[in-house]
C-alpha cells in the first residue's frame, strides 16, 4: 500500500493510495471504506462530514453533517461525482483523530497528533481487507 507522511506543525499527515476497483464506483468504495472505519470498535466518532463539489451543493439539499448511521443509509444515494471528500472525526484509541476519504486522489488521510503512537497501516489493513458490502 502506497503511503505518504508529512508533520505540519504538531500534526503528522499520512495519507494512503486505496486499491479500488476499476469496475465499480470509487466514490461508493470510498464511502464504504469510511463507513467501516466510522463503525471500528475502538473509533469514538464525534461527526462526520460530507463535502461536495461547490457548484452542486448550491442548488441541491443534500445534507451535509451525518451521523454513523446516516452515512450507511445514504451512501448509495451520495455516490455521485458531487462528493468530494467525506470526514470521520473522533476518537480512535484515544487518539484524536480526522480521517478524510478524498474522491479525487482516491486516498485516505490520518491527521492526528506527531506525539500520539498509533499504527494507521493497521487501519487501514482492517478495513480495506473487508467484504465490501
Given amino acids: 500500500m502506497n503511503k505518504k507522511q ?16 476499476a469496475e465499480e464506483n470509487a466514490t461508493l468504495q470510498l464511502l464504504e471504506y469510511a463507513d ?10 464525534d461527526y462526520i462530514r460530507l ?23 445514504v451512501k448509495h444515494d451520495l455516490a455521485k461525482d458531487s462528493i468530494r471528500t467525506c470526514l470521520v472525526k473522533g ?6 483523530l480526522s480521517v478524510i476519504f478524498d474522491m479525487q486522489s ?13 499504527n494507521t497501516e493497521d487501519i487501514i489493513a482492517a478495513v480495506v481487507a473487508a467484504p465490501q458490502s
Fill in 36 to 45: 467501516r472505519i466510522a463503525n471500528l470498535d475502538a473509533f469514538v466518532v
Fill in 106 to 118: 482516491k486516498s485516505i488521510r490520518f491527521n492526528r497528533s506527531r506525539f500520539s503512537t498509533l
Fill in 91 to 96: 476518537f480512535y484509541m484515544n487518539v484524536d
Fill in 51 to 73: 463535502e461536495e463539489l461547490q457548484m452542486y451543493s448550491e442548488d441541491r439539499g443534500i445534507p451535509v453533517y451525518t451521523d454513523v448511521e446516516s452515512l450507511a443509509i
Fill in 6 to 21: 508529512q508533520i505540519i506543525g504538531n500534526t503528522l499527515v499520512e495519507e494512503y493510495a486505496v486499491p479500488l476497483k
